[in-house]
């Protein structure tokens, strides 16, 4: 079974920093784009930033310049690095990745999600 195992969220005052990790294990020929996401209470789920497999990437306006996307394929891992943290910035954390079983066979799969909080 393919699944991904997010982590590295916690309570972090304003203008700290985190990093957050996200691990896919199982039975993986090749793992295509990578992205987090963040929902925040009452607000919808957001893309904060995307990676793809030769590693270009791309943010929300709201975190250029302070986030991160990195990912390391030899260990089927996906980065976000969190600096100079915002209030506005606190929300459940979500991976998000495109993962090829097999040839011609994908999966779409989120992470549990890792809840970060920026407060004083």
């Known amino acids: 079974q393919v699944q991904l195992v997010d982590s590295g969220g916690g309570l972090v005052q304003p203008g700290g920093s985190l990093r957050l990790s996200c691990a896919a294990s199982g039975s993986i020929f090749n793992i295509n784009a990578m992205s987090w996401y963040r929902q925040a209470p009452g607000k919808q789920r957001e893309l904060v930033a995307a990676?793809?497999?030769?590693?270009?990437?791309n943010y929300a306006d709201s975190v250029k310049g302070r986030f991160t996307i990195s990912r390391d394929n030899a260990k089927n891992t996906v980065y976000l690095q969190l600096n100079s943290l915002k209030p506005e910035d606190t929300a459940v954390y979500y991976c998000?990745?495109?993962?090829?079983?097999?040839?011609?066979?994908?999966?779409?799969?989120w992470g549990q999600g890792t809840l970060v909080t920026v407060s004083s």
């Open positions: 990676i793809t497999s030769g590693g270009s990437t």
């Open positions: 998000h990745a495109n993962i090829a079983i097999q040839i011609g066979r994908y999966l779409e799969l």
